[in-house]
């Protein structure tokens, strides 16, 4: 009898808990989530790490390169996009190439100039943040030497850091996304380039000089008629949008598994969907482009041809379940699920993610590569070349602390 007692009233005492306890147990949590801090919970030990020498080799890696697109987008923006004193100064931009842009979307002069915008302010924080902390910002305007355009719209006196016109774009993203493959796992998988000719020879996307325009024509400010090669141009820009900002997509959810402080992590999965929210629209605009052929062979051409081709009606290349990487299907802008993750060599049901994300793939070099293969840094000085891959190496370095 004497004890029995007690296992009476330990399921007394749990009932009155369950009844009770837990519930004031509830409240308590509630309001401390409320008030906006989780010691309701617990504090995660990382909420009071420090900002690692990681954390700030990352955050200067991606201050450079926000500026690295900065620069770019700010040309296609004084060019194609709304021009107003925030982002393109008052140059008037170029109403033929905004003409020949609008064929792809009839708001691409806003989505240009909005883009520019968020990654001039990806820079600006990113520096000031960076100073916050004690650290010192990148600062690559010593590097800005590249002539500008000659065209009409551009800002022919700046110098810049990036060259639009002679460039080979990687245009594998478009299967990349479309295909139940993951390059994380399946490396060196074949993903099919959607302009397999934009990946060959040197392409301008923008207009270099008058040349450019050379035939086209407005009427009542509306584009009346626009040649083949402005088109060609105008749709090489297109798919090098979606190129620029793949890159971003999977570049800060990768660096972002190396990060110690729980603010440092915070202001990569704060920017990095921005990346992602740029290439979802740019991706769904290239898919729009008319099929051509375009010799560039005018003034100041590079001699390289490039052919576009409706992918739309990409029949017999459309099946998203394909381990080929082949799906060209245009209205696929949602990335097709894909095998993500292992445990014991078990594969987990294709999910639909941003792919690649793995860290072993050496996110930061890999993306200051992929952007000089794309002939974005011809004409750069060798010093150039070794501060960015410095800055690239030493991001990839960083490891997560606990």
Same mark, same amino acid.
């Given at each position: ?123 600006? %924080? ?46 594998? %993203? ?193 993306? %200051? ?7 974005? %840094? ?25």
């Amino acid at each position: 009898m004497e004890k029995s007692r007690p296992v009476v009233k330990i399921g007394s005492n749990r009932r009155k808990f369950l009844r009770n306890g837990m519930l004031a147990g509830a409240a308590t949590m509630g309001a401390g989530l409320l008030t906006g801090g989780l010691s309701a919970l617990g504090r995660d030990r990382d909420d009071d790490a420090p900002v690692t020498k990681g954390d700030i080799a990352i955050l200067r890696f991606l201050n450079a390169l926000e500026q690295i697109e900065a620069d770019l987008w700010i040309q296609y923006s004084e060019l194609g996009g709304v021009q107003d004193n925030e982002v393109s100064g008052v140059n008037g931009g170029n109403p033929l190439y905004v003409g020949a842009l609008q064929i792809l979307d009839g708001d691409m002069a806003q989505y240009i100039h909005d883009n520019a915008d968020d990654e001039i302010s990806h820079a600006a %924080f990113l520096k000031a943040y960076l100073e916050s902390k004690g650290a010192e910002a990148v600062d690559l305007s010593p590097f800005a030497k590249l002539p500008s355009s000659k065209a009409p719209g551009a800002n022919q006196k700046l110098k810049r850091l990036t060259n639009l016109t002679q460039l080979t774009v990687d245009t594998s %993203f478009w299967s990349r996304y479309r295909s139940v493959t993951n390059p994380d796992f399946d490396l060196g998988a074949p993903f099919v380039q959607a302009v397999p000719s934009l990946n060959v020879g040197q392409h301008t996307a923008i207009p270099r000089s008058e040349a450019d325009t050379a035939g086209s024509t407005l009427s009542n400010n509306n584009p009346a008629t626009i040649t083949p090669h402005l088109q060609a141009i105008a749709f090489t820009a297109g798919f090098h949008f979606a190129f620029i900002e793949e890159g971003g997509t999977s570049l800060y959810p990768a660096l972002a598994q190396k990060v110690t402080n729980l603010e440092v992590l915070r202001v990569l999965l704060s920017i990095g969907p921005s990346e992602t929210m740029h290439f979802q629209t740019w991706q769904d605009k290239a898919g729009n482009a008319l099929p051509l052929t375009d010799v560039d062979n005018g003034p100041g051409g590079t001699g390289a041809s490039v052919t576009f081709t409706t992918l739309a009606n990409a029949q017999g290349e459309t099946n998203p379940e394909s381990l080929n990487g082949d799906t060209l299907q245009a209205n696929l802008i949602m990335p097709e699920p894909t095998h993500f993750l292992t445990n014991d060599n078990r594969r987990f049901p294709p999910v639909a993610i941003i792919r690649p994300t793995s860290t072993q793939l050496g996110g930061a070099v890999a993306s %200051f590569n992929s952007f000089a293969t794309d002939g974005l %840094f011809i004409g750069q000085s060798k010093e150039f070349f070794r501060v960015m891959n410095r800055l690239a190496e030493e991001a990839d370095e960083a490891r997560r602390e606990l």
